[in-house]
């Protein structure tokens, strides 16, 4: 088992907390975005730094990803090729996407897409507080515990 984070977007402390949880429970965490990212020092902590470009960071994961393994992600088309590829994937605000959820949540996010295109304002989501963070440590202790038995 993997993580995967698709780090240009990943706040700060959600990659601290991916750091503690990979030596804690000793899994392979690799960042993946289009600049450099320093990584504490663990020969389970990687950065890959991938082309700029429109979702090459996404399309690296994509391919390298396997079956169960878990992807860190704000970007919803990519978390439903995680899906349709047998990963996990959750967001920074500790919300599992699923089969049953993504559909769904694409949707919307074209819809949002479409309006702001066509000149509404739709504002951006909520700034991440204390409860998001929690949110997402309990999420990844959950999938943790479950995938490590």
């Known amino acids: 088992m993997h993580i995967w984070v698709d780090a240009d ?4 402390v959600i990659k601290e907390i991916l750091f503690r949880a990979s030596d804690r429970k000793q899994v392979p965490v690799t960042l993946v975005a289009n600049q450099f990212l320093s990584t504490p020092p663990s020969p389970l902590i990687n950065a890959v730094q991938v082309p700029q470009g429109f ?3 996404d399309n690296h994961i994509v391919e390298k990803m396997a079956p169960g393994d878990l992807v ?3 970007d919803i088309p990519l978390a439903s090729e995680v899906i349709d590829n047998q990963g996990v994937a959750i967001n920074p605000r500790g919300e599992l996407y699923t089969p049953e959820n993504i559909r ?5 996010r074209d819809f949002m897409e479409t309006l702001r295109s066509s000149g509404v304002e739709t504002g951006g989501p909520a700034a991440f507080s204390q409860a998001d963070r929690q949110a997402f440590a309990n999420a ?3 999938f943790l515990a479950k995938r490590l038995k």
């Open 72 to 74: 860190v992600t704000q």
């Open 140 to 142: 990844l202790d959950r």
């Open 55 to 57: 979702d090459v960071a």
């Open 104 to 108: 769904q949540r694409l949707s919307m």
């Open 9 to 12: 977007a990943c706040p700060k």
